[in-house]
């Protein structure tokens, strides 16, 4: 059986085995083995604290851990020990997904308990977890606390995952993804005065056929006054530049009614449009300002440094504070960062984390790598197009889509961008911080910044 202890002597012991070539310097990566979704994000007694998804032995999917770290600044993370192992019967097969909220100075996680019965079927529930020092957990004895039997018959209930919780006048709800019996992605939404009692509320929000089947991930919050969800469909059908990945994330803005306690939307739009951004997860700093952020990985995507046998896989994405802009949400980063970065100029070869700011007047595109081995970047002015190209990469990262994606691209009228560099991954914004594009390449050798 799995348990946190083995985790946890495992890392110790096998960490010094991994091969960092690759490993960024300012993106929060796992010590060793494989990491997803980030989960349970949240401010707790003076620091953020960041769980996720963790196959500490393998650097593959498998065997779901929350693996756990914190930080003051959103910058300098400190590894903590594994905080959830799949060792109880009603998360045997993973624990799954899920978030956290602070409750008279505890730490409570709700998450999701994935089981795979005898006969190959899947079983998801909903189980809670707490802890006093913010290090070990406990998990409650009325686990599970949400099942299949709250549900309504028009959802398929072996897709039933990844609860976010929040507290809204003085109770507590959660919104929960589930597919409906339509084929369509289904959120739902559970409520409860204690953290250990659910009931069904609603259906909180119906997809329609075009945007995919489950709704992964699913966060409602606010942000000066206007109402989000963020969700996580698999499958969302692609329209020009946008929804390229297989799995896409998504911005719904709209407000909920809360005498039907449903969400009503107005618009959806793709976080993200680079290649790696999935699961984004959101919380409220000491200030109010949200915070969000988000596996840089797509599914059906090759596991680079998995086949390479370094030993690691996954990265997050660098935090980043929503605001309300003039169309929807900007994203900025968080100030903390500025002094990690130093400043890039062309010409320069890279080997530390790094931020160019680079004005746009006309088409302009920029090669990073080498004369065999590059990324391109940059904008097209006549398409209006800011873009990432993987397809000069000796590792190029073709995933399972049918059509291609080695370009990925974002329609805007551009004025100038910031881009931050890191050793396998950029991060784009565009006007600061209206569109955003997240990529990994992977670059053996000198990388070189010029001007095509
Ligand atoms: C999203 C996801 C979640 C699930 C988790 C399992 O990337 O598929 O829906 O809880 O990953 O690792």
């Known amino acids: 059986m799995k348990t946190v202890e083995k985790a946890n002597e495992f890392i110790q012991a096998e960490k010094v085995t991994v091969n960092s070539t690759f490993m960024p310097q300012l993106h929060f990566v796992p010590e060793i083995g494989w990491i997803n979704d980030p989960n349970g994000f949240v401010y707790f007694r003076g620091e953020y604290h960041l769980f996720y998804q963790y196959n500490p032995y393998d650097s593959v999917w498998g065997s779901l851990h929350w693996g756990h770290a914190k930080s003051k600044d959103l910058v300098n993370w400190e590894h903590l020990p594994v905080a959830l192992a799949p060792d109880k019967d009603y998360d045997k097969d993973g624990c799954f997904s899920g978030s956290a909220i602070v409750k008279d100075d505890t730490l409570w996680l709700m998450y999701t308990g994935h089981i795979v019965n005898e006969d190959g079927s899947v079983r998801q529930v909903q189980n809670m977890a707490y802890s006093t020092d913010g290090i070990h957990f406990e998990k409650v004895e009325q686990n599970p606390v949400a099942t299949e039997a709250l549900l309504p018959d028009e959802v398929i209930a072996n897709d039933f995952r990844d609860p976010k919780i929040f507290e809204k006048d003085g109770h507590y709800y959660s919104v929960v993804a589930t597919k409906h019996k339509d084929g369509v992605g289904c959120i739902v939404l559970l409520g409860s005065d204690n953290l250990i009692d659910w009931q069904f509320e609603s259906i909180f929000l119906k997809g329609e056929a075009h945007q995919g089947h489950v709704w992964e991930c699913p966060d409602y919050f606010v942000v000066d006054g206007k109402e989000y969800l963020i969700v996580s469909p698999m499958r969302y059908q692609k329209e020009g530049n946008d929804f390229v990945n297989i799995n896409s994330n998504i911005f719904v803005s709209g407000h909920v009614d809360w005498d039907k306690k449903v969400f009503v939307a107005d618009s959806f739009k793709e976080i993200d449009h680079g290649h790696d951004f999935y699961a984004a997860q959101t919380t409220e700093g000491p200030a109010g300002e949200r915070v969000m952020i ?122 100038d961008l910031f881009v931050v560099l890191d050793r396998n991954c950029l991060e784009i914004f565009v006007n600061k911080g209206q569109e955003s594009l997240t990529s990994t390449y992977y670059i053996d050798g000198p990388c070189l910044l010029q001007v095509r």
């Open 294 to 415: 988000a596996w840089m990985h797509t599914w059906g995507r090759p596991l680079v440094t998995n086949d390479l046998g370094h030993k690691w896989f996954g990265q997050m994405t660098l935090p980043r504070i929503l605001k309300q802009g003039e169309n929807g949400l900007v994203q900025t980063l968080p100030d903390s960062i500025f002094p990690r970065l130093t400043n890039l100029t062309l010409g320069q070869e890279i080997q530390t984390a790094g931020q160019i700011q680079l004005k746009l007047s006309t088409s302009e595109t920029y090669q990073l790598g080498n004369d065999d081995d590059y990324l391109l970047f940059g904008y097209d002015k006549e398409s209006q197009e800011v873009f990432v190209d993987r397809s000069h990469l000796s590792i190029n990262q073709i995933g399972e889509e049918t059509w291609t994606t080695v370009r990925r691209a974002v329609t805007v009228e551009a004025a």
